[in-house]
C-alpha cells in the first residue's frame, strides 16, 4: 500500500465530522463519519481518522499530501456567541461603531428590532488617540504613555485576544501596526489588525470583520495547534491546509491570523464538490443542496462555478432578513444557509402551529431517536416514524436509532394538535421541506434568479431524505445523488485550489488614475498572495493572479464588482474597463448610465494555484436491467394519506446502467436516499443515482 498515494480530508460539521480517504493511484474513495464533539473538536477528529485508517489498513506515515480541513466551528462561534474574551482597540470616538453598526434598519416597521450583540462588547473597547486622515497622511501617532495605559487596561480586562480597528487604516496602516506591535511585545495573546484583515472602506464593515476575527483566534489557533501536535506524533507526513470560504485553502498558521476567512469553510467545500460532479455530470446549471444535522445550505451553480460574494452576512436574527447579522467583509461562496437539518427541533407554538427549527438538538444530546438524552422531537425523529430511515442501519448499524424514543418525542407535541403521530411527523418532514424550498426560492429572487425545473444535487448526511420534497416544491424534475452523498463536503476540499483572495481600498476616479500608485498597491496585494500560496506548499513560479474592482458611477453610495483581467501585471486599459463596467452595470440595474464618470473604490486580486484534479473510481457501464429490490417497507410520503409500500435497494448492489421505480428507499451506510411515488431512477455511469419525475 505504501506505493500508492493517499489523500486526506476532514470536515467538522454541527452534528457529524466526515473523513475522506482518497487513493490517488486508483481513484478509491473510502469515508467514515462520527458525531461531533463539540466541546473538544479534536476528539472526533482523533477517532474518524482512526476508524477510517484502521477500516482501510493504511497507516499514517502513508499519507504525505497536505491534510485539507474544512470546518463550521467559526460560523457556530458566532452564532451561538461561544466566543473568546476579545478586546477591541479604536480611535477614540469611535468606541460605539460596533454598537451603532451602519444605522440601516432592516425592518423600519418593527419598534422592537433586534440586532445580535456584537462579539466584542463595549466594556472590552478601548479607544486611543491618534489619526490618520482620508488621505492617509498620519496626523497624530498614539503616546508612548497612552500605549502603556492602554496595555495595561487590555491586561486587566483579561483578553484572550485583540483587534485593532482604526479609522482610515484602510488606506495608511502604520498607527494599527504600531499598536498591534507593542500589544504582541507585552501580552502574550494573539493580536489582529484590520489592515490585514479587512482593508476596505467603511469602517463598520472593517470594525465588525475584525472584531469577528479576534473573538474566534483563541479558539481555532490552540484546536490547530493541537491538532498538528496529535498528527505529528502519529507519523503523518503531511501538512494541514485549511478551507476558506471562497473555495480556496491555506495553510493552517494563516488560517489561524485569519479565522472569519473560515466562517463558510464547510459549505463552500460542498459547492467545490457540487462543481466538480457539475462538469462530470454536464450539468452546467444546478442547485446544490446540503442537507445535514444541524443546518441546510443552497448554492447555484451556473456555467459549472459557484456564484461568488465579497460581504457574508452571519449570524442573522432573523433567516430571511438581510441586516439582522454581521456583514463581514470576506469573500466567500455565494449561498443561503438556514438552521434545518435531521436535527432541527419541532414544536407547537401559541398559535397552534407547527414550527421546525432554526434551533437543533446538535450533536449532543441530539434528536430523541439517538438515545442521548434528546427529548424534543427532531426532523430525524419524524423520518424514522414516517418509515424512511430504517433504525437499525443508521451509520451502517454502528448507531442504532431509537424508534420508541422518537415516538414519545413526537407524541408531546401530537397531544398539543390534537392530531395522529404518523400526522406530525408527516407535517415536520413537509414543514422543514417547506421552509428549505422558500429559502432557496428567496435567494434566487435577492439575485434575479427563477430557481423553478433547476436540477438539484442533493448531499448531506440528510440532504438525499428530502430531495425529491424540495424538488416537488421547486418545481423541479430531475434530482442527483452522488456516490458519498453523505461526506461530499469533505470530499469537496480535496477537488479545491490553493487559491486567496485580497482586496484593498483607494478610492480613483477610472480616468484620473494615478498608475504608478495602483501599481504599487497590487505589487503589495501579489506580494501577500505568493506568501500565502508558497506557506500552502505551492512553487512561488505556479501563482495566478486575477483583478478585478469594486466601482461605481461617481457620486453613488454603492459598488460592483467587475473581474477585469489576469496575468503577472494589470493589463486592462481605460476603455476596456468602462465597457466591462457598463455591461456589468446593465446586467444587473437593466440600463447603463453615459456621460457620468467611473470611481474604482477597491482592488481585488485573486492568487491561486492549478490543481491536479483527480478522477473518481472508474464505473463500467452496465447493461440496461433493472435493480433487484432487497424486500419493501411501510412509507409515508405525504401528509393525510395511507403509508406505501417501497421497495428497498442497497446503494453498493447498484451498478450503472440499472434502473428502478419510486417509491423506494436507497440505504448506504452514512445516508439513505428517498425516491418518492412518481420518480424514477437510473444509475449514471460515476454511480450517482439520476432520479427524473415523470
Given amino acids: 500500500m505504501s506505493n500508492d498515494h493517499w489523500r486526506l480530508a476532514v470536515d467538522i460539521g454541527g452534528t457529524f465530522t466526515d473523513v475522506v480517504l482518497l487513493n490517488d493511484t486508483t481513484g478509491e474513495v473510502s469515508v467514515e463519519k462520527t458525531l461531533t464533539t463539540p466541546k473538544?473538536?479534536?476528539?472526533?477528529?482523533?477517532?474518524?481518522?482512526?476508524?477510517?485508517?484502521?477500516?482501510?489498513?493504511?497507516?499514517?506515515?502513508?499519507?504525505?499530501?497536505?491534510?485539507?480541513?474544512?470546518?463550521?466551528?467559526?460560523?457556530?462561534?458566532?452564532?451561538?456567541?461561544?466566543?473568546?474574551?476579545?478586546?477591541?482597540?479604536?480611535?477614540?470616538g469611535f468606541g460605539d461603531t460596533l454598537l451603532i453598526r451602519d444605522e440601516h434598519r432592516y425592518d423600519m416597521y418593527d419598534l422592537q428590532i433586534e440586532f445580535p450583540e456584537p462579539p466584542i462588547p463595549r466594556n472590552m473597547?478601548?479607544?486611543?488617540?491618534?489619526?490618520?486622515?482620508?488621505?492617509?497622511?498620519?496626523?497624530?501617532?498614539?503616546?508612548?504613555?497612552?500605549l502603556e495605559k492602554l496595555i495595561d487596561e487590555i491586561r486587566n480586562a483579561g483578553a484572550e485576544s485583540v483587534a485593532v480597528c482604526l479609522i482610515n487604516s484602510y488606506i495608511n496602516s502604520e498607527n494599527e501596526k504600531l499598536i498591534a506591535s507593542r500589544l504582541s511585545e507585552s501580552l502574550d495573546i494573539p493580536v489582529c489588525i484590520s489592515a490585514e484583515i479587512a482593508p476596505q472602506i467603511r469602517e463598520y464593515p472593517r470594525m465588525i470583520t475584525a472584531a469577528c476575527n479576534a473573538a474566534t483566534m483563541p479558539l481555532i489557533g490552540p484546536y490547530l495547534d493541537e491538532l498538528q501536535n496529535w498528527l505529528k506524533e502519529e507519523g503523518f507526513g503531511g501538512s494541514v491546509l485549511m478551507m476558506l470560504s471562497n473555495g480556496g485553502v491555506v495553510s493552517a498558521e494563516d488560517a489561524a491570523q485569519a479565522p472569519i476567512r473560515l466562517v463558510e469553510s464547510g459549505p463552500a467545500a460542498g459547492a467545490l464538490a457540487a462543481r466538480w460532479f457539475a462538469k462530470g455530470l454536464d450539468e452546467d446549471r444546478l442547485l446544490a443542496f446540503d442537507m445535514g444535522g444541524t443546518t441546510a445550505k443552497a448554492t447555484l451553480i451556473d456555467g459549472f462555478e459557484p456564484e461568488l460574494t465579497n460581504t457574508f452576512e452571519v449570524a442573522r436574527i432573523y433567516r430571511f432578513k438581510k441586516g439582522s447579522g454581521f456583514p463581514v467583509s470576506v469573500p466567500s461562496v455565494d449561498l443561503v444557509e438556514i438552521g434545518a437539518g435531521g436535527g432541527s427541533l419541532a414544536k407547537a407554538d401559541q398559535f397552534g402551529l407547527?414550527?421546525?427549527?432554526?434551533?437543533?438538538?446538535?450533536?449532543?444530546?441530539?434528536?430523541?431517536?439517538?438515545?442521548?438524552?434528546?427529548?424534543?422531537?427532531?426532523?430525524?425523529?419524524?423520518d424514522v416514524l414516517l418509515g424512511m430511515l430504517d433504525p437499525e442501519s443508521f451509520l451502517g448499524g454502528d448507531m442504532p436509532l431509537d424508534a420508541s424514543r422518537a415516538k414519545d418525542a413526537v407524541s408531546v407535541i401530537s397531544q398539543q394538535l390534537d392530531l395522529s403521530d404518523a400526522e406530525v411527523a408527516a407535517g415536520i418532514h413537509e414543514v422543514v421541506n417547506q421552509n428549505m424550498s422558500a429559502a432557496a426560492r428567496m435567494h434566487g429572487v435577492e439575485r434575479g434568479i427563477d430557481l423553478r425545473g433547476i436540477t438539484l444535487l442533493a448531499f448531506g448526511g440528510a440532504g438525499p431524505v428530502h430531495a425529491c420534497g424540495v424538488a416537488e416544491l421547486l418545481e423541479s424534475s430531475k434530482v442527483i445523488f452522488p456516490v458519498n452523498?453523505?461526506?461530499?463536503?469533505?470530499?469537496?476540499?480535496?477537488?479545491?485550489?490553493?487559491?486567496?483572495?485580497?482586496?484593498?481600498?483607494?478610492?480613483?476616479?477610472?480616468?484620473?488614475?494615478?498608475?504608478?500608485?495602483?501599481?504599487?498597491?497590487?505589487?503589495?496585494?501579489?506580494?501577500?498572495?505568493?506568501?500565502?500560496?508558497?506557506?500552502?506548499?505551492?512553487?512561488?513560479?505556479?501563482?495566478?493572479?486575477?483583478?478585478?474592482?469594486?466601482?461605481?458611477?461617481?457620486?453613488?453610495?454603492?459598488?460592483?464588482?467587475?473581474?477585469?483581467?489576469?496575468?503577472?501585471?494589470w493589463a486592462a486599459g481605460s476603455d476596456m474597463v468602462t465597457s466591462m463596467f457598463e455591461e456589468e452595470y446593465r446586467r444587473i440595474y437593466g440600463l447603463a448610465i453615459p456621460d457620468v464618470g467611473i470611481e474604482v473604490v477597491t482592488w481585488r486580486l485573486s492568487a491561486s494555484a492549478d490543481l491536479v484534479l483527480m478522477e473518481p473510481g472508474k464505473h463500467?457501464?452496465?447493461?440496461?436491467?433493472?435493480?433487484?429490490?432487497?424486500?419493501?417497507?411501510?412509507?409515508?410520503?405525504?401528509?393525510?394519506?395511507?403509508?406505501?409500500?417501497?421497495?428497498?435497494?442497497?446503494?453498493?448492489?447498484?451498478?450503472?446502467?440499472?434502473?428502478?421505480?419510486?417509491?423506494?428507499?436507497?440505504?448506504?451506510?452514512?445516508?439513505?436516499?428517498?425516491?418518492r411515488p412518481g420518480w424514477n431512477v437510473e444509475v449514471g455511469d460515476n454511480g450517482s443515482l439520476i432520479a427524473i419525475k415523470d
Avoid: C
Wanted: glycine content about 10%; hydrophobic content about 35%.
Fill in 620 to 675: 463500467s457501464k452496465g447493461v440496461d436491467e433493472e435493480a433487484t429490490s432487497e424486500g419493501t417497507r411501510s412509507v409515508i410520503f405525504n401528509r393525510g394519506e395511507e403509508p406505501v409500500e417501497a421497495s428497498i435497494y442497497k446503494r453498493k448492489s447498484l451498478k450503472p446502467g440499472m434502473f428502478f421505480k419510486g417509491p423506494a428507499i436507497v440505504e448506504e451506510r452514512e445516508t439513505t436516499s428517498v425516491i
Fill in 125 to 146: 473597547t478601548f479607544e486611543i488617540s491618534e489619526r490618520t486622515n482620508a488621505n492617509g497622511e498620519v496626523v497624530n501617532h498614539p503616546l508612548d504613555t497612552d
Fill in 40 to 92: 473538544a473538536p479534536l476528539e472526533a477528529v482523533r477517532k474518524g481518522i482512526k476508524d477510517l485508517l484502521s477500516t482501510t489498513g493504511v497507516e499514517p506515515q502513508d499519507i504525505t499530501a497536505p491534510i485539507v480541513h474544512a470546518t463550521t466551528l467559526i460560523t457556530n462561534a458566532l452564532i451561538e456567541g461561544k466566543t473568546g474574551r476579545a478586546a477591541l482597540v479604536t480611535t477614540s
Fill in 485 to 569: 452523498a453523505s461526506v461530499l463536503s469533505a470530499f469537496g476540499t480535496l477537488v479545491s485550489p490553493v487559491r486567496i483572495d485580497l482586496a484593498r481600498s483607494k478610492p480613483m476616479l477610472l480616468n484620473q488614475i494615478d498608475e504608478n500608485l495602483r501599481d504599487s498597491l497590487l505589487e503589495e496585494l501579489r506580494v501577500e498572495g505568493r506568501r500565502v500560496l508558497t506557506a500552502a506548499g505551492v512553487e512561488e513560479g505556479s501563482v495566478n493572479f486575477k483583478y478585478g474592482i469594486d466601482a461605481r458611477y461617481e457620486g453613488q453610495g454603492n459598488e460592483i464588482t467587475v473581474w477585469v483581467g489576469e496575468g503577472e501585471s
Fill in 354 to 382: 407547527l414550527k421546525v427549527g432554526p434551533e437543533s438538538a446538535g450533536a449532543e444530546p441530539g434528536p430523541a431517536s439517538y438515545g442521548q438524552g434528546g427529548e424534543v422531537a427532531a426532523v430525524t425523529d419524524a
